[in-house]
């Protein structure tokens, strides 16, 4: 086999594919239940028994075969839906009617136990224990009236239990000309101007912010960075000064203690200097001696 990376490559592709597709039993919910039925809905044999409707919530198919209904919460098992039956599932959004007619030997979609006023019907999945879903029958449903769980605005994810006087078996619940939000936008605002003025001003008050906090932690980093101002220091004293030098002629001299009594005199006085720490920066001063040319004079021998 020459390649059979791609060969793996295709399968976990077609493995996911198929996962994408086939979406969870916990999608599916009990759309609709219908008892007493007189002049509704007619099953292949030309009766009219009470029903139950599965709706699926997914946007995939699923497959319902193996799973159970059941009215009896000791007895989740008591209607098997067979799972060698190829049409035991439901496309994306849509809905299956069973038969609630009590006999079981009629097909598929015809279950062993019959819907009464009171009762609850439950949803069970395929290992017989998890139910999927539930629906509650109230006690005084009138006639031809069914309960239906009907999405609330059109989330299609949470539902509300109405009893509704117009039963719908294998449709959808609730107002099908629903709109959403997008569309309700899109009637009051079809050039789009108020949601392209929205969009700027969103993106100009993020951008400011942003301005913000970029500037304000740029003279952050400039504070820390710069050294402190130099602490203002005690005033050099007559004794202090005589001290500094009488140790700077003793030690380096009197040449040596010149130039450093000038730098300090240029410093003190009207020097230009910066105000690193420990340092003194001696520059060039219009007013100090450095710059004095008569310092440059001396006499030449005749």
Known sequence: MKHPRFIII??????????AGAQNLSDLRIGEVLCENTSGLVDGFGQRNGWIELF?????????GGCYLSDDASNLKKYHIPS??????????????????????????????TVEKGETVYLVSNDGRTIIDQMEIPAGLPADQSVAKVPV?????????????????GAYNGDVDAKTKSEVIKEKDPHGWVL?????????????????IFGWIGKWNKRSKEAPAPKAGKKVTDEIAAAISMALQQELGEEVYAAIALALDDYLGTGVHDAESFFITIVPSQNGNWNDKTQNFRQLPR
Do not use: C, H
């Not at 295709?10 to 996962?19: I, K, N, V």
């Not at 392209?196 to 913000?212: D, E, H, K, Q, R």
């Open 10 to 19: 295709a399968l976990l592709a077609g493995l996911t594919a198929f996962s």
């Open 56 to 64: 699926n919530n997914s946007n995939g198919t699923v497959k319902f």
């Open 84 to 113: 060698s039956d190829r049409s035991t599932q439901v496309g994306p959004r849509q809905s299956v009617v069973f038969y609630a007619s009590g006999n079981s030997s009629q097909g598929t979609y015809y279950t062993n136990f």
């Open 153 to 169: 605005g059109i989330k299609e994810m949470d539902f509300e239990v109405r009893v509704n006087g117009k039963p719908s078996p």
């Open 196 to 212: 392209t003025l929205i969009s700027v001003m969103v993106v100009f008050s993020a951008l400011l912010i942003l301005a913000f």
